[in-house]
Structures are given as structure tokens and as C-alpha cells.
Nanobody, 119 residues
Framework: QVQLRESGGGLVQAGDSLRLSCAAS????????MGWFRQAPGKEREFVAG????????RYGDSVKGRFTLSKDNGNTTVNLQMNMLKPEDTAVYYC????????????WGQGTQVTVSS
């Protein structure tokens, strides 16, 4: 099992930037990919961004393309989500997630970190 710990959330104004980090521990040797999801009050969980540890390729949800950038550290145990040009609709709890093995989905989750963007 892999444990995930998010950090970097906070309260900002529209147009500001935040950087979220997620550190993985435990069976990190099995990590295939890591990513971020978010969930706003009364809304379904939404995919934000993901990065593969095999080739480093990234993908983003349509609502954050061009504004958010996902990167990983050299040891493949930490990912950073740089969020620029934040909008009030970005307000949500952001969850780090991990994939173990190429044939699986996101099955490991962090506790979440709150991001609030005011107008």
C-alpha cells in the first residue's frame, strides 16, 4: 500500500497562484502514475491532472488546461501541481491519487487539501 500526503492548499484571490504537493510513502517502488482530483461541495469528483512515472507524460482535465502544470521529482515519489490564474470555480478539496501497476486505475488516495479562490 502507498500513503499519500497533500500540502499547499489555502485561500487566495482570483488570478492568484498556488502550488500543491503530494508526497508518497510505503510501496513507492510500485508507483506507475500519480495525479490530482478535486471535489467541490455538491459536485462529483473531477479529474484534474495525472503524470506517468514511466515516460513522464501528462494529461489534464479540460477545465484546467493551460493554467495548471503537473510535475514530478527525480525520485518519482513526489508530484507538484502548479495552479495559475485561479478562478472561483477552482474552489474544491484537492485529492492526490496514485496508480500501482499499468493495468489499474487510481485506487490510492490522500486525505485532501482545501483550495478556496475568492472573487
Amino acid at each position: 500500500q502507498v500513503q499519500l500526503r497533500e500540502s499547499g492548499g489555502g485561500l487566495v484571490q482570483a488570478g492568484d497562484s498556488l502550488r500543491l504537493s503530494c508526497a508518497a510513502s510505503g510501496r513507492t517502488f510500485s508507483l506507475y502514475a500519480m495525479g490530482w482530483f478535486r471535489q467541490a461541495p455538491g459536485k462529483e469528483r473531477e479529474f484534474v491532472a495525472g503524470i506517468s512515472f514511466s515516460g513522464g507524460s501528462t494529461r489534464y482535465g479540460d477545465s484546467v488546461k493551460g493554467r495548471f502544470t503537473l510535475s514530478k521529482d527525480n525520485g518519482n515519489t513526489t508530484v507538484n501541481l502548479q495552479m495559475n490564474m485561479l478562478k472561483p470555480e477552482d474552489t474544491a478539496v484537492y485529492y492526490c491519487a496514485a496508480i500501482l501497476g499499468a493495468g489499474s486505475g487510481y485506487q490510492h488516495w490522500g486525505q485532501g487539501t482545501q483550495v478556496t479562490v475568492s472573487s
